[in-house]
């Protein structure tokens, strides 16, 4: 589970990839039409979407002949879960340093 | 009392950075010693159950804190934090890192740039953290030595457990 997590991160840590997901966040695109969107190669942009798929952050759709892409919207908010456990690490602190400046300002 | 104090946690995935901005209720020079000397990071810097404790404090360009953060066990994990530049009361660069109880630093586990600025708002302190990692797999990291060091799961249980209360 902690490599699964960590490859999602290591996915998502890339601009191409990135900006894929933005735009399969919109709407359900095809290898071909993505392609458009970029500098690369189709097979650059097909090997970018077998690593989304592999972390599941994208899914396939077939229809027809084509197959479309289209964004797992549950990834996503797991890898936000994360920074939010994060948050609070860093929430947990700082109310300790509130009541240590409380204390201090009280002697 | 209750107050609203600014509180922002801001993750740029683009960029690797973390920046958070909390306020507090004190003066700049006051919230400044909290964050830079060691008898007074011993009483926050670790969060709840852990507890922190420092081995060596050496707050100058070039120098370093070494602590650990102890967990209710008595598990020590060690940190440290190396002084770039300071410039007192606004602000301070380090560069944090996991080490054991030596300071010998590990080298398998991220390193992380720190930028802490310090401020006044309204009579209140400003505090600006911007965390740089060198990937978003770093910052995953980090957070799962959190989880490892019981910081999370702790908490987690503790919101479980104000929701039995609540209801």
């Given at each position: 589970?902690?490599?699964?997590?960590?490859?999602?991160?290591?996915a998502i840590a890339?601009?191409?990839?990135?900006?894929?997901?933005?735009?399969?966040?919109?709407?359900?695109?095809?290898?071909?039409?993505?392609?458009?969107?970029?500098?690369?190669?189709?097979?650059?942009?097909?090997?970018?979407?077998?690593?989304?798929?592999?972390?599941?952050?994208?899914?396939?759709?077939?229809?027809?002949?084509?197959?479309?892409?289209?964004?797992?919207?549950?990834?996503?908010?797991?890898?936000?879960?994360?920074?939010?456990?994060?948050?609070?690490?860093?929430?947990?602190?700082?109310?300790?340093?509130?009541?240590?400046?409380?204390?201090?300002?009280?002697? | 009392?209750?107050?609203?104090?600014?509180?922002?946690?801001?993750?740029?995935?683009?960029?690797?950075?973390?920046?958070?901005?909390?306020?507090?209720?004190?003066?700049?020079?006051?919230?400044?010693?909290?964050?830079?000397?060691?008898?007074?990071?011993?009483?926050?810097?670790?969060?709840?159950?852990?507890?922190?404790?420092?081995?060596?404090?050496?707050?100058?360009?070039?120098?370093?804190?070494?602590?650990?953060?102890?967990?209710?066990?008595?598990?020590?994990?060690?940190?440290?934090?190396?002084?770039?530049?300071?410039?007192?009361?606004?602000?301070?660069?380090?560069?944090?890192?996991?080490?054991?109880?030596?300071?010998?630093?590990?080298?398998?586990?991220?390193?992380?740039?720190?930028?802490?600025?310090?401020?006044?708002?309204?009579?209140?302190?400003?505090?600006?953290?911007?965390?740089?990692?060198?990937?978003?797999?770093?910052?995953?990291?980090?957070?799962?030595?959190?989880?490892?060091?019981?910081?999370?799961?702790?908490?987690?249980?503790?919101?479980e457990l104000l929701?039995?209360?609540?209801?």
């Amino acid at each position: 589970m902690n490599s699964m997590r960590r490859d999602i991160f290591q996915a998502i840590a890339d601009p191409t990839r990135r900006a894929i997901i933005a735009l399969v966040a919109v709407h359900a695109m095809t290898p071909s039409a993505l392609a458009e969107h970029f500098d690369t190669t189709r097979q650059g942009i097909s090997k970018h979407l077998k690593i989304l798929t592999e972390c599941q952050l994208v899914k396939q759709e077939h229809q027809g002949r084509e197959i479309y892409y289209q964004l797992e919207i549950d990834k996503m908010k797991e890898i936000d879960n994360w920074l939010e456990q994060f948050r609070k690490i860093w929430e947990t602190r700082f109310q300790q340093l509130d009541d240590l400046l409380l204390t201090i300002k009280k002697k | 009392m209750k107050h609203n104090l600014q509180f922002d946690f801001i993750t740029d995935k683009a960029k690797n950075t973390l920046t958070i901005r909390r306020e507090f209720l004190a003066d700049q020079q006051l919230v400044w010693d909290c964050y830079t000397k060691s008898e007074l990071l011993n009483q926050w810097f670790a969060p709840k159950p852990l507890t922190t404790k420092t081995k060596s404090m050496d707050f100058r360009e070039g120098g370093h804190w070494h602590y650990a953060m102890i967990d209710p066990n008595g598990t020590e994990y060690w940190g440290l934090t190396e002084y770039l530049k300071i410039e007192p009361i606004d602000f301070y660069t380090a560069l944090d890192a996991f080490t054991n109880a030596e300071r010998e630093i590990n080298k398998d586990l991220p390193r992380a740039e720190w930028l802490v600025t310090f401020s006044e708002k309204d009579g209140n302190a400003l505090v600006e953290t911007v965390v740089t990692y060198k990937s978003l797999a770093d910052l995953e990291t980090v957070i799962q030595m959190g989880m490892e060091q019981g910081m999370i799961s702790t908490l987690e249980k503790l919101d479980e457990l104000l929701l039995t209360i609540k209801k």
